[in-house]
């Protein structure tokens, strides 16, 4: 079974910067799919950002020039810079491995003066 493990997640003010990890036993990260979620008070679960295989990036309208999927063999990131209070969320890394789709706990990013 793999488990997920967020960290990094806490209380920043506006226009400060964080840094999400997300790692597992047992799964080599630049092998495989792998994106961040989030889910803000009252709302959906939304995409942030995705990287496939091979590299290729995507990310939401809201968080482009500001966030960066990033990963190495044994974590995967998510670099968050000039965060704004609306990016206030649970954060979600994901990840597809042998088509099988596993999420992590969350880790609460709270963007607040």
């Known amino acids: 079974q793999v488990q997920l493990v967020e960290s990094g997640g806490g209380l920043v003010q506006p226009g400060g910067s964080l840094r999400l990890s997300c790692a597992a036993s047992g799964i080599i990260f630049s092998l495989i799919p792998v994106g961040w979620y989030r889910q803000a008070p009252g709302k959906g679960r939304e995409l942030v950002a995705t990287s496939t295989r091979g590299g290729t990036t995507t990310y939401a309208d809201s968080v482009k020039g500001r966030f960066t999927i990033s990963r190495d063999n044994t974590k995967m990131y998510l670099q968050m810079n000039s965060l704004k209070r609306e990016d206030t969320a649970v954060y979600y890394c994901?990840?597809?491995?042998?088509?099988?789709?596993?999420w992590g706990q969350g880790t609460q990013v709270t963007v607040s003066s």
């Open positions: 994901n990840i597809v491995s042998a088509s099988v789709t596993y």
